[in-house]
DNA sequence: CGCAGAATTGATACATCTCAAGCTGGGTGG
DNA sequence: CCACCCAGCTTGAGATGTATCAATTCTGCG
C-alpha cells in the first residue's frame, strides 16, 4: 500500500474537509477532542474490500475521502448496490457487531475510524453526536425510498438518467463549477457498479450510455468522462420532476 | 366516521398495545407523562389519505393499529410504495415541514400524533426518544435495503413470495401461533397494492399468486385469506438465504 | 507486442407489460 | 328477494424492454 496515493492527513479535527458535514459536525471543541482521542485513520486501495457482509465489525467511521458502495449478495451471485457512500457519509451500525453489506472502496479511500465500543459509549454521553447521526440515518432513508422508486419503476434510460443526474448534483455541490450551464465530471463507478446500483445488466447499462451519447444528452470522453451539456434535459430523461425536488 | 369502527382507547400510555416498541418505548414514567400531554389520538378510515405528499404536516405520530402506506408518485402516473408502516411505526420526521410521500390508511386506523413543535422540543429534553428514533430509523433503513434488493434483482415470484413471507413473519411475530408448522393470515394489501410495492402490475401479482396457489406453496380461501404450509417452502421461493437471517 | 480488464455491439430469448375480456362476491335499490 | 352493479381480481393473447449469450473493440500496461 503506497502511502503517496493518498493525501497525508493533518491529525486534528479541526481542519478535516468534513468536520462539518460528518457525524462529528455539531460537536464542539471538548467533545471533538475527546473523539481525537478514539480515532484513526486508514487507507483503502480501489478495489479493495472493507469488510465483507456478516463479518465482525469492530469500528464505525466516517469516509474522509473516495467513495465506497454497500452491497448485498443473493447465494447465486445476483447483485444490488444498496448504498453509495461519499466523503462525510456514516459506515456501520452502533449497536451492531457485524456488517450486513459488503463494503468496498471503488476508489483509493480514507476513512476516519473509531472503535466501537468506545464510539458507541461516547455516544450515550454525547447527545451531539446521536443528534447528527439521526439526522444523517433520516437523509439516508430518504435516499433508500428515493432510490427504490428508480428500481421499481423507472426504465433502464431512466434508471441511468437518474444515477448521472446525482452524481452530476454531488458535483456541481463540491466544485461550485457553475458559470456556464455545463457540468463536467468523471463516472466514480465501473458499468458493472452501475448495473449494480441500477438493477440492470452492464450491457443494458452501456447501451443506454450509448444512446444518450448519440442523442446529445451527455457528450463522452473515453469511458468515464462526461460532460452534461443541458442538466434540464438530463433530469427530463430521468423522469424527474423538473424543478429542483426541494424536501425538508 | 363511525367509532364503533374503532376500538376505545383509554387515553394512558402504560397499557398502549405498542407502550415497548414505539418512539416511546425507552421512557420512564416521567417521560411518559410529559407526552401524554401533547398526545392526541386520531382515526382513519381504510381507503383514506392521511397527508399527500407535499402537503403541510404539523404532527408526528406512531401507528397505534391498522396498516398505513408510504407511496412516492411520478408526473405520469407511476407509483411505488416505499414503506409499510405497521403497529408501533413512526410517521413523520421531525424538523420537516411538509411531507416527503402520500402516507395512506390501507386498513382502518388509530394513530397516536404528537404536535410537531412540542415534540421536537421534547426530543432535545429527552435523549430516550432521540435514542429510539434513531434505532427504529436504522431499522426501517434496512428494511429499505433489503427491499432495493427486492425491486432490483429478484424475479416476479420472487417478490410476491418475499412479500408472503414478510407478512407471515409479523403475524407469527404478532400472534405466537407457531404450533403446527402452517402460518395463516390476512393479505392488508389489494393486489394493486401488493403491485406497487414490488415494481410490478396487478396482473403478473395476481399471475403469480394463482401459480404458487397451483403449486401449493401457498392456500388460498377467498382473494385475501392465506394458509402457508411450508414456510421454508415459501423462503426457498423468494430466494432468501434459508437462516433466519439474524443481524445484529 | 500482446495481454487482460473494461466496454461496446449484435442476435436472440424470455419475463413482464399492455390491452382486453370476463369472472366473483358483496352491497344496493327496485 | 332478486337483478344489477362495481371494485377487485383473474385470465388470455400479443407487444416490448431487458436479459442472455457471443463476438469484437478499446484501453492501459507489463
Redesign the interface.
Known sequence: MLNEKFPTLNEGCSDCPIRHRAVCARCDADELRLLEEIKYYRNYEAGQTIVWSGDPMDFVGSVVSGIAT?T?T???G???M??LLLPSDFVG?P????A??DVVATTNLVMCCFRRKPFEDMMVRT?HI??R???M??D???A??????V???KTAREKIASLLAIIARRDVALNMARGSGRIVFDLPLTREAMADY??LTLETVSRQISALKKEGVIELEGKRHVTVPDFDRLLDEA?D?SDGGV??
Open positions: 454497500l448485498q443473493m447465494e447465486d445476483r447483485r444490488q444498496v448504498g451500525r449497536g451492531r457487531k457485524a450486513a453489506y447527545p446521536a443528534q447521526l439521526l439526522e440515518t433520516l439516508e432513508l430518504d433508500a425510498r428515493e432510490w427504490m422508486l428500481l421499481g419503476r441500477l438493477g423522469g420532476d424536501l425538508s
